[in-house]
């Protein structure tokens, strides 16, 4: 059914339904208490809804989903949200309803209620529209209770009591698990070996494999808690950082580009990834983990530690064509609405394990989530962009200040040395605001027309063209600009200078007149010299403009003696002769004139300025012929004059000034502008309406930011409309991370033991409702879930206690009785044993570089990039061979192209980044073993891993031992050392260490 507003009339079928349903809405919508004033409900108000809007809104039918007999389905309204304002009749859309003039849209329909009820609705309303609870509410509410509410995840974590220690062990994760298995008629595995242990260990925390100089240490060392000691040594290694990091970028689908059809690149993403990897190492609470990555630039907007977090929320593609280029109204809608959509389902899904997305276009058909569930959440980020920004928006701003001040003292530095030392002004300079000796900013110019001054910005033809009629400059220095026609007297100054004789013009007008070459300036060279390039300048006049500069304030401020205005004028434009005029006066006397074309070259100027001269002025004129390409240029315009010998005085000044300017050059040098990441920008939040079936075009009522209602034991998150962006994330991540919340621990302990058996107690990650699996331990993950809280939220003391767990250093092969357990538990969810699992692509790409001896270990920074780059509408990426140290760094610094994965490490699974991963795919599939045997890197980095052995021994035997020591931790039996002789005999080592780097065992944690 649509949506029903005050402005959208109903479908005529379902008037009955919103008539009444308005009304009981709109009486039932308060839980207050207090007095109608000469109302009673019992008396007044309830025999109005039974007799009137019961038949549709009563026990037997409930149209709109509205009921309207009992008090808290009343309150809870209809499918399209409450009809009244409690305390303002006026705002309820109730009484509009049955105040209507129009007979469509008045309810009830048909039989209008009568002025003394309408009445009796409007007072009680105002009063509050209290509605006492009866036994037969609270015997109704008791009935109607949602059974999905009783739901496993969404009640209080509750701890439980550990069950009995058995004789072997007092571990509590122990404890649990044998207790299950002890119930099933199971027994646990006894411990793995060492070489087992710490390759386990080295994958599980680090991703790398051990050395073997690990393994035969570890293997060696006798004292009892060598085991305790492996694992705090590698959860304080720097690599712990980067492992972990790469399963969150999985869930946060991370990657260095935007996807959709542009895919173009985000430069500074990886900083959010190399926050990731520094707060792991750090072990940040788990709480303040997630808090920072909510609202980190909220939090603390001055500190990049918490600003650059935040790039969590902007970590998924993002559709440029739909936010930015497109401009069709609905398409920009629509990508909005998905944008906002994967930044809520990224937060839930990653924190909360929630399928929040099923809720968009309709309630959640498993879980008790509605979709003013979903758009009060979406209204908490409404105020969230994706672009680039400063990590840290305060220093920003006192960069920005202080840059600002340096360069105008450095430009107040530098005039004052010109003026000093030198003995040229140049008035292309000055044309673009700068004061003659270099401090103008290249093709800015001045309106002919209005004498304003111009930023860079190009024109074309001009309007409101008024000829020979001079307007002031934007400075001093400029006296006029004007228009020139003739043949009457040209006033070229304010103050009544003329200047006869010139020819008729079109009076028409193009661009400005420039500091550089005008708007289409065909060429800039004159005789061979290019006056665009450095060291020259261009001061463009078009046809028609004139400039007249005033001497008098030009040389106000410098020491020339007997100056002179030199210049080589030109023509610009494609006329080969007879192309433009151009005019040089001096206080209204022409010193020189001419008629050019592109065939001219260039002519010198050099026109003395007299004691007592004033005004200098330069004319372009269109030859009488209309303008077209009447582009003249004055290249090098500048008044020189000899320098008078400085005093005393003006020496110490000139040493002075050269100081200051050193201190100032040195102090701009030292100044660091604050490095920039891709992330949230915040604004003013833009209004959330729930969507009608999700379609952005089909708007219903307005949701204010707000959070699930299904969490027992934690209060739902409600805050008004005007509420800010940081106000909405710092409240939202509050209430994600608050002690209380159910979902949050419990979700995170599970991806840790996914992490580290292969499979979660619960098997669906992400989903913890109604729609995922049962967790197979549950007073287990209550536990420690519990545990994870009252420990201050440290993930490395988790990871600590499942890895010292007899749990995880269990056997994972020839286990005694393993074909009895196997047939009741085939999947090994009782944990009888350890899980054997398949490296993931990441791990075995630096496996292979670490077995090569090519790894590179550098940390942070931009990710090495193993494609070629090619700048286009739709940028071109194409995949090259990591073949050189710096793509040999860890997968994990990789760039990211999500319009383009790498084939290597695809084919091994590795997940597409358009996607949350919380489960990789593990497949076995032919072109796995194609790829391990002839993938280019493969083959390169079994030369380089061939190169590694000879260096190290000429002995064949030892070759092998080392080879194997390195790929699998260990030395080779008897068979297969004189497997691999033959081999060596048969081929050559390059093959050997191909078919090591083939191997199950290889790729295989146990």
């Known amino acids: 059914m649509p949506h029903v507003s005050a402005t959208t009339p109903p479908p005529?079928?379902?008037?009955?339904?919103?008539?009444?349903?308005?009304v009981a809405v709109g009486l039932l919508g308060s839980l207050s208490g207090g007095r109608a004033d000469e109302i009673d409900f019992e008396r007044d108000i309830r025999p109005l809804l039974l007799d009137r809007?019961?038949?549709c809104h009563g026990p037997d039918l409930q149209e709109s989903r509205l009921r309207l007999d009992v008090r808290?389905?009343?309150?809870?309204?209809?499918?399209?949200?409450?009809?009244?304002?409690a305390g303002n009749a006026a705002a309820s859309p109730l009484i509009e309803r049955v105040t209507h003039a129009d007979d469509d849209r008045r309810m009830p329909p048909g039989d209008a209620l009568a002025d003394h009820e309408i009445d009796l609705l409007q007072r009680w309303i105002e009063s509050g529209a209290a509605w006492p609870e009866s036994d037969a509410d609270r015997s109704a509410r008791e009935q109607d209770r949602d059974p999905r509410l009783d739901h496993w995840a969404w009640q209080p974590v509750q701890r439980p009591e550990l069950p009995a220690a058995r004789s072997d062990g007092d571990h509590p994760i122990d404890r649990f698990i044998q207790a299950s298995l002890q119930d099933a008629g199971l027994e646990p595995a006894s411990v793995a070996d060492r070489r087992t242990l710490i390759r386990r260990l080295s994958f599980d925390l680090l991703g790398l494999p051990p050395s073997p100089e690990e393994v035969a240490a570890f293997v060696a060392d006798t004292s009892s808690d060598a085991y305790e000691q492996l694992v705090d040594r590698l959860l304080a290694s720097p690599h712990y950082g980067e492992r972990q990091a790469r399963h969150w970028l999985d869930i946060a689908h991370y990657a260095d580009t935007h996807g959709f059809e542009r895919d173009q690149i985000r430069g500074t993403a990886w900083r959010y990834r190399d926050w990731l990897i520094r707060a792991f190492n750090a072990d940040l609470a788990y709480d303040e983990f997630l808090r920072r990555q909510i609202a980190g630039d909220a939090l603390a907007p001055h500190d990049p530690d918490f600003t650059v977090a935040a790039g969590f929320l902007t970590a998924g593609p993002w559709d440029f064509v739909g936010q930015v280029e497109t401009k069709n109204g609905v398409l920009r809608r629509q990508a909005r609405a998905d944008d906002l959509d994967d930044m809520i389902t990224q937060v839930m899904t990653a924190a909360c394990g929630v399928t929040i997305n099923c809720a968009r276009c309709h309630d959640h058909k498993l879980d008790p989530i509605s979709q003013r569930d979903y758009y009060g959440i979406a209204a908490i980020f409404s105020g969230v962009t994706r672009g680039e920004r400063s990590t840290s928006p305060p220093a920003e701003a006192a960069y920005a200040t202080e840059k600002e001040r340096l360069t105008r003292e450095l430009g107040e530095a530098r005039t004052r040395l010109r003026q000093l030392s030198g003995n040229s002004l140049d008035l292309a300079d000055i044309i673009g605001g700068g004061d003659g000796y270099g401090t103008g900013r290249a093709g800015a110019g001045i309106h002919p027309v209005t004498g304003a001054a111009l930023a860079g910005s190009p024109m074309g033809f001009l309007d409101a063209v008024l000829p020979n009629a001079p307007v002031a400059g934007p400075t001093a220095k400029i006296a006029a600009v004007f228009i020139p026609s003739g043949p009457d007297p040209l006033p070229i100054t304010l103050d009544g200078h003329t200047l006869p004789g010139l020819t008729a013009t079109s009076a028409a007008a193009w661009d400005a007149i420039r500091n550089g070459p005008v708007n289409s300036q065909h060429s800039t060279i004159l005789d061979g010299v290019d006056y665009a390039t450095e060291g020259h300048t261009i001061l463009g006049l078009h046809a028609n403009a004139g400039i007249t500069f005033d001497l008098a304030a030009l040389l106000d401020d410098t020491t020339f003696t007997e100056p002179v205005f030199r210049s080589i004028v030109g023509y610009g434009g494609i006329t080969p002769s007879n192309g433009a005029d151009y005019t040089v006066a001096l206080d209204g006397e022409v010193v020189a004139h001419g008629r050019l074309g592109r065939d001219d070259g260039g002519v010198s100027l050099n026109v003395p300025l007299l004691p007592g001269s004033r005004y200098l002025t330069l004319i372009s004129t269109d030859a009488g012929n209309g303008i077209s390409h009447d582009q003249i240029f004055f290249a090098d315009a500048r008044i020189e004059g000899d320098q008078e010998a400085l005093s005393d005085a003006d020496q110490l000044k000139l040493h002075t000034t050269r100081q200051a300017l050193h201190d100032l050059e040195s102090a701009r040098d030292s100044l660091k502008q604050v490095p920039t990441f891709y992330g949230p920008v915040s604004r003013p939040p833009e209004p959330v309406q729930r969507l009608t079936r999700g379609n952005p075009e089909t708007p219903a009522e307005a949701v204010a930011p707000s959070t699930l209602e299904c969490l027992a034991g934690l209060e739902p998150l409600t805050l008004g409309f005007d509420t800010p962006d940081a106000e909405r994330r710092v409240a939202f991540a509050e209430w994600i991370t608050d002690p209380a919340h159910p979902l949050t621990p419990r979700v995170i302990v599970n991806r840790l033991w996914q992490h580290h058996f292969g499979t979660g107690l619960v098997d669906t990650p992400s989903d913890f409702g109604f729609g995922g699996s049962l967790p197979t331990h549950p007073d287990l993950l209550e536990w420690l879930a519990a545990e994870l809280v009252a420990n201050s939220w440290s993930l490395k003391d988790l990871h600590?206690?499942?890895?010292?767990?007899?749990?995880?250093?269990?056997?994972?092969?020839?286990?005694?009785?393993?074909?009895?357990?196997?047939?009741l538990d085939s999947d090994n969810r009782l944990l009888w044993r350890q899980n054997p699992r398949r490296l993931d692509a990441e791990s075995v790409r630096d496996a292979i570089l670490t077995a090569s001896g090519c790894l590179n270990l550098e940390m942070f920074g931009p990710g090495y990039r193993d494609f070629d780059y090619e700048e286009a509408y739709a940028p071109v990426y194409t995949s090259i061979t990591a073949d050189a140290a710096p793509l040999w760094r860890r997968t994990v610094y990789r760039f990211i192209v999500r319009s383009t994965p790498s084939p290597f490490l695809t084919t091994l699974d590795c997940p597409n980044p358009a996607n949350l991963t919380p489960v990789r795919l593990q497949t076995t599939t032919a072109l796995q073993s194609l790829a391990l045997l002839n993938n280019d890197f493969l083959l390169r980095q079994t030369e380089h891993f061939?190169?590694?052995?000879?260096?190290?021994?000429?002995?064949?035997?030892?070759?092998?031992?080392?080879?194997?020591?390195?790929?699998?931790?260990?030395?080779?039996?008897?068979a297969e050392q004189a497997a691999a002789l033959t081999l060596l005999t048969e081929t050559d080592l390059m093959q050997f260490c191909r078919m090591l780097l083939n191997a199950n065992e290889f790729i295989t944690i146990d």
């Open 53 to 55: 809007c019961s038949d």
């Open 800 to 823: 600590r206690l499942i890895c010292t767990s007899h749990t995880y250093r269990q056997q994972s092969f020839g286990v005694p009785g393993a074909a009895a357990a196997t047939a």
């Open 12 to 22: 005529r079928r379902t008037r009955p339904l919103l008539a009444c349903g308005v």
């Open 72 to 85: 808290h389905r009343a309150l809870r309204g209809s499918e399209f949200g409450p009809v009244i304002h």
């Open 946 to 974: 061939a190169a590694r052995l000879r260096a190290a021994t000429a002995d064949s035997e030892e070759q092998i031992r080392l080879a194997f020591q390195l790929v699998f931790q260990r030395n080779p039996d008897d």
